[in-house]
């Protein structure tokens, strides 16, 4: 029983040794500001602000993800071969409704293969999604901001007792929602993941938009006749303005 023992520490660790080094989280940190973001009416986007450690020799991935969430988008295609209609709905199961990465120049260089490899890029996300769906969900969401990969914005500081410092910033879109959003520092060495070190940031609304989401979450009636009597009054006061400047004319 014994060298059943001995042999099996032996195995585990040379299983170990063949996986490489592996950090832990004491030798990773993670700081940013803000760490709370506030959504009001004159909200246009906000910088967050990294800045870390990662052990000596290795280079820094910097990721933010929104909530997991079951997304649908409408798919169209020709019907009867001359008009473009929404022909289908289509699903993707457990998506982050926000997905930004920084790397530094080299790590990512533009994609290819070294970074596929990784697995921290958009296809890390995908899961059991059919790809060519999900590649058509990136280009909608790229559009809007919400999937993006800024390369060359890690920079690297001195080393110092080991650890190896970075800065970064990252543009939260225009469009952000409220939620809880998970702020990670992936540690990468040879082409290989070997520690992370994991935070979150919120965002609430406040002031005129805290008030609409209110309402519209938890008076859904009044919200939809709100809506309706802003758009007449909206189109009211606009075919003012163009009947004003034709009998201008």
Aim: glycine share 10%; charged share 20%; hydrophobic share 45%.
């Amino acid at each position: 029983m014994k060298i059943y023992s001995i042999t099996l520490s032996i195995l585990f660790a040379l299983f170990l040794m063949s996986c490489g080094t592996v950090f832990a989280d004491g030798d990773m940190s993670l700081s940013f500001k803000p760490d709370h973001v506030t959504i009001g009416t004159t909200y246009n986007g906000a910088t967050v602000e990294l800045s870390g450690t990662v052990p000596e020799g290795c280079a820094a991935v910097v990721r933010v993800m929104g909530e997991l969430k079951d997304t649908k988008f409408k798919q169209k295609g020709k019907v009867l071969g001359l008009l473009w209609m929404n022909v289908a709905t289509v699903e993707l199961d457990n998506i982050p409704s926000l997905f930004l990465v920084a790397t530094d120049s080299e790590t990512y260089a533009g994609g290819g293969k070294k970074w596929e490899d990784l697995n921290l890029g958009f296809d890390s996300v995908k899961g059991n999604s059919d790809t060519k769906i999900f590649h058509e969900f990136l280009k909608l969401v790229e559009h809007e901001e919400h999937y993006m990969i800024e390369d060359g914005v890690v920079k690297y500081h001195e080393t110092a007792n080991g650890l190896r410092g970075f800065t970064a910033e990252l543009t939260l879109p225009s469009s952000l929602q409220r939620g809880e959003y998970t702020v990670e520092v992936v540690a990468v060495r040879d082409g290989k993941v070997v520690g992370k070190t994991v935070s979150s940031i919120s965002a609430a609304f406040t002031g005129f938009p805290k008030l609409l989401s209110s309402i519209a979450f938890g008076h859904e009636i009044i919200y939809g006749i709100s809506a309706v009597i802003i758009a007449i009054l909206a189109g009211l006061f606009m075919s003012m303005i163009f009947s004003d400047k034709g009998a201008a004319h």
